[in-house]
């Protein structure tokens, strides 16, 4: 089997690719969305004319030759998508789903975590965190761990309120917004996070995304204020979402002197990006995310190597749409024992869920999905249903 050729489209809010083969086989992944659609073609172009004529069921080969020019998020959503595909196809061609090929599943379901299903806050004060959280606990999916977004991950505390921290707000996509915090901004996030636990009691797990941009001095004041809460983590404080380093050291200047534990990793391209993280124990939870990190396969070798040094995994996956929420299902039944819940994706807009075939198999029930046994990842496109939605310059993105 050879790979005949590499297309992408952008449908709705998710950049996808498709994989065709000479033998009529064909693979689907997908990108992070939407701040990916303005590069991603290009880079998938890019990628394409190193890949040609290989054969796609040998996934590592393959990935040899487009790894090396990937880079921190989101410059890794290419090659993540290609290796998701690859796997797609490798599955189809064996007549198995992807956890077979890599190694069979250990979990039946999988955890899913809430930090993509939202609503819209009026305020920033702690009630308006409580009624926010208090909508999310009572979602049909019956979450056990809920995630929420304070300080200066996109949250109304740094937009709305001018004395939040010792800086000016800067209200542009991606800006890096980052200072210490004033003694009202720092007591002000103590009480949200108080408010939000009386709504979810020990009944849900609550984690909080803090970052990037919180000074080290912080990160380690609020995570020792917040212990007697029991958070599952505090992530990507002092760096993470869309920072292209990591600084272990920082880290290590907080992880251990608090028992809240800190999480960070969504921003990582590969393996080599969670060395240090890991062997000097800086974080207590990593969460790649399989759309950036180089694919599905480098996340399981992180999460094993992460679990031999005690570290936890709860794989980032906020917007990875519906391919990646297939992708997350496959790779999170192998995991091992140090997996603690992936984040649950959706499909913008809704009729996302109407083109593709197999969706049924990944509904979330008391906060878990079933492991489905479909070849590959288990989902395809209805391409009726699909083709009308694709831009005139995407039109042959289905064509054979």
């Known amino acids: ?98 956890y077979k090929l890599l190694g069979g599943k250990i979990r039946d379901r999988i955890r899913v975590y809430n930090g993509n299903i939202r609503t819209p806050f009026e305020g920033y004060q702690p009630e308006d965190f409580a009624k926010n959280m208090k909508w999310m606990k009572d979602l049909p999916q019956n979450f056990s761990i809920i995630k929420q977004g304070i300080t200066f991950h996109g949250s109304p505390m740094v937009r709305d309120m001018p004395d939040f921290y010792y800086g000016d707000y800067v209200p542009k996509p991606m800006y890096p917004n980052r200072g210490l915090m004033t003694e009202k901004g720092f007591n002000l996030t103590v009480d949200c996070v108080i408010a939000m636990k009386e709504v979810l009691g020990d009944e849900v797990g609550l984690a909080l995304d803090c970052g990037p941009g919180m000074a080290v001095s912080d990160t380690l004041k609020l995570a020792q204020a917040l212990e007697p809460y029991n958070l599952m983590w505090m992530e990507d404080t002092i760096t993470g979402d869309y920072t292209p380093y990591v600084h272990p050291d920082f880290f290590l200047q907080v992880t251990p002197y608090t028992s809240t534990p800190i999480h960070t990793g969504e921003q990582v391209y590969l393996r080599h990006g969670f060395k240090e993280l890991i062997e000097k124990h800086a974080v207590d939870v990593i969460g790649p995310d399989p759309m950036d990190v180089g694919g599905i396969a480098e996340l399981k070798w992180i999460a094993e190597f992460a679990d031999l040094h005690g570290i936890q995994m709860a794989p980032h996956g906020t917007v990875d749409g519906l391919i990646g929420l297939a992708a997350h299902v496959q790779v999170g039944a192998t995991l091992p024992d140090n997996f603690i819940a992936f984040e649950l994706p959706n499909g913008k807009p809704d009729w996302w869920y109407d083109i593709l075939e197999g969706m049924d198999n990944l509904v979330v029930e008391d906060s878990h999905i079933a492991v489905n046994d479909t070849p590959g990842l288990g989902i395809s496109f209805r391409v009726d249903e699909a083709k009308q939605y694709l831009s005139e310059e995407d039109a042959g993105f289905f064509d054979d």
């Open 1 to 98: 089997m050879k790979i005949k050729d590499v297309r992408c489209a952008i449908i709705g809010d998710h950049p996808v690719i498709r994989i065709t083969t000479d033998e009529g086989i064909d693979g689907i992944g997908g990108a992070e969305s939407p701040r990916n659609q303005p590069f991603f073609k290009p880079q998938i172009q890019y990628y394409r004319d190193m890949i040609l004529g290989l054969d796609p069921t040998d996934v590592e080969r393959v990935l040899l030759h487009i790894r090396r020019v990937g880079a921190f998020k989101p410059w890794g959503s290419g090659v993540s998508a290609i290796e998701i595909a690859l796997w797609d196809i490798a599955g189809k061609a064996a007549g198995v789903p992807i």
